[in-house]
Antibody, heavy 120, light 111 residues
Framework: EVQLLESGGGLVQPGGSLRLSCAASGFIFSGYAMTWVRQAPGKGLDWVSAITGSGGSTYYTDSVKGRFTISRDNSENMLYLEMNSLRAEDTAIYYC?????????????WGRGTMVTVSS | QSVLTQPPSVSGAPGQRVTISCTGSSSNIGTPYDVHWYQQLPGTAPKFLIYANNNRPSGVPDRFSGSKSGTSASLAITGLQAEDEAVYYCQSYDSSLSAWVFGGGTKLTVL
């Protein structure tokens, strides 16, 4: 069964850091791009970052550039999101999702999400 | 404010047909970039519903269909059922932003 399982969320103070992880199973991980999408409480979906299957190309939404870093370990089937200088507006459920191809396209498999709360 | 505009809400009675629009511009939908659709049931993660404008992943009922014309796309749901009550999102790529973008979401209420 194709599955994604996020972890690493929690409560962090403004300016703090957090590292999210996403464990993938049931598919050839290196064959697909991966992405992080977030959803603030009561709001819509917001694309955050993406990485190609090889890890050679990474992409970020403007509001997180310079603060967040996406990476992957294809030997361990893991996706990561390193988040620094966190702000209150980063508070959201963070979903990892699998692209339908080795490059970023549609997102066919989603994890259940992990909640990140930035508050003092 | 998303670059893809969806109506905040639509409604229909069981058995009826509803459509949800997704309006963009020449830098996203009006380009060769595809439009995809997702369904989010209350309290759950989004589910892949339509890809590349008008294709259904396996397991999605043929009551769901998509279309794209010019700078707009639409999701149609026929034979409405109570379990279709959810929020629906369109998604594409925007070349001006160099980013993947979602519409604001449309809440479907089955009356």
């Amino acid at each position: 069964e194709v599955q994604l399982l996020e972890s690493g969320g929690g409560l962090v103070q403004p300016g703090g850091s957090l590292r999210l992880s996403c464990a993938a199973s049931g598919f050839i991980f290196s064959g697909y791009a991966m992405t992080w999408v977030r959803q603030a409480p009561g709001k819509g979906l917001d694309w955050v970052s993406a990485i190609t299957g090889s890890g050679g190309s990474t992409y970020y939404t403007d509001s997180v550039k310079g603060r967040f870093t996406i990476s992957r370990d294809n030997s361990e089937n893991m996706l990561y999101l390193e988040m620094n200088s966190l702000r209150a507006e980063d508070t959201a459920i963070y979903y990892c999702a699998k692209s339908t191809t080795v490059t970023v396209d549609a997102f066919d498999i989603w994890g259940r999400g992990t909640m990140v709360t930035v508050s003092s | 404010q998303s670059v893809l505009t969806q109506p905040p809400s639509v409604s229909g009675a069981p058995g009826q047909r509803v459509t949800i629009s997704c309006t963009g511009s020449s830098s996203n939908i009006g380009t060769p970039y595809d439009v995809h659709w997702y369904q989010q049931l209350p309290g759950t993660a989004p589910k892949f519903l339509i890809y590349a404008n008008n294709n259904r992943p396996s397991g999605v009922p043929d009551r769901f269909s998509g279309s794209k014309s010019g700078t707009s796309a639409s999701l149609a749901i026929t034979g409405l059922q109570a379990e279709d009550e959810a929020v629906y999102y369109c998604q594409s790529y925007d070349s001006s932003l160099s980013a993947w973008v979602f519409g604001g979401g449309t809440k479907l209420t089955v009356l």
